[in-house]
């Protein structure tokens, strides 16, 4: 029942901006944790960001992309946002967002995916 579509994909320079949004419909996203993953070509998927549901909103992020992406959930508009800043060119990927019932970096723990939005960053 459950349903989501990413949006706000693009090309970018380095050192731009970014805002991914995950809508859900079907269900209220209240409950779930969401999870940002990405895969670039010829490389595995990775998780990226996941903010907790039931009303924790605990926060995590991969390595890779601490202190320049941040994630946060506006449940009232069943919407969660990954903000991507001073992005890299190795930050192009597709970009899909998925709902469970907690946070985890392996994405067969989550229920549900959305479609992906692919981000290019090239100068």
């Known amino acids: 029942q459950l349903q989501l579509v990413e949006s706000g994909g693009g090309l970018v320079q380095p050192g731009g901006s970014l805002r991914l949004s995950c809508v859900a419909s079907?269900?209220?996203?209240?409950?779930?944790?969401i999870g940002w993953f990405r895969q670039a070509p010829g490389k595995e998927r990775e998780g990226v960001s996941c903010?907790?549901?039931?009303?924790?909103?605990?926060?995590s992020y991969a390595d890779s992309v601490k202190g320049r992406f941040t994630i946060s959930r506006d449940n009232a508009k069943n919407t969660v946002y990954l903000q991507m800043n001073n992005l890299k060119p190795e930050d192009t990927a597709i970009y899909s967002c998925?709902?469970?019932?907690?946070?985890?970096?392996?994405?067969?723990?989550?229920?549900?995916w959305g479609q992906g939005t692919q981000v290019t960053v090239s100068s």
């Open positions: 903010i907790s549901g039931r009303g924790s909103s605990s926060t």
């Open positions: 079907g269900y209220t996203l209240y409950y779930y944790a």
């Open positions: 998925a709902a469970g019932w907690a946070c985890s970096s392996s994405g067969p723990d989550y229920d549900r």
